[in-house]
């Protein structure tokens, strides 16, 4: 499947933003759909945004209107772009690419921390 490396985590105030990317080794087009996760400490890994190979995105609730998926299939990427984040938003971000028939692949994570 190849590797996926997230980058753009930081530490930043309630109502910032930050973007971040997970580069593939390979075309991020010939995956079935990528998608980001978070995992906050002490709590399960929750789904936040998908985005399927022809663009199509769904996002879950708790990030949807401040949160945006793309990618770039040129550059193998996919971006989270996170707007007015909250501290509830502070988590380790990973990306995850999926093809049928194949396990999924997973990144190291990023960490985002929102505080004050």
């Known amino acids: 499947q190849g590797q996926l490396v997230e980058s753009g985590g930081g530490l930043v105030n309630p109502g910032e933003s930050l973007t971040l990317s997970c580069v593939a080794s390979r075309s991020t087009f010939i995956f079935d759909d990528m998608a980001w996760y978070r995992q906050a400490l002490g709590s399960q890994r929750e789904f936040i945004a998908r985005?399927?190979?022809?663009?199509?995105?769904n996002y879950s609730d708790s990030v949807k209107g401040r949160f945006t998926i793309s990618r770039d299939n040129n550059e193998n990427t996919v971006y989270l772009q996170m707007n007015n984040l909250k501290p509830e938003d502070t988590a380790v971000y990973y990306c995850?690419?999926?093809?049928?028939?194949?396990?999924?692949?997973w990144g190291q994570g990023t960490q985002v921390t929102v505080s004050s």
């Open positions: 995850k690419a999926a093809l049928t028939g194949w396990p999924d692949s």
């Open positions: 985005i399927r190979r022809y663009g199509v995105t």
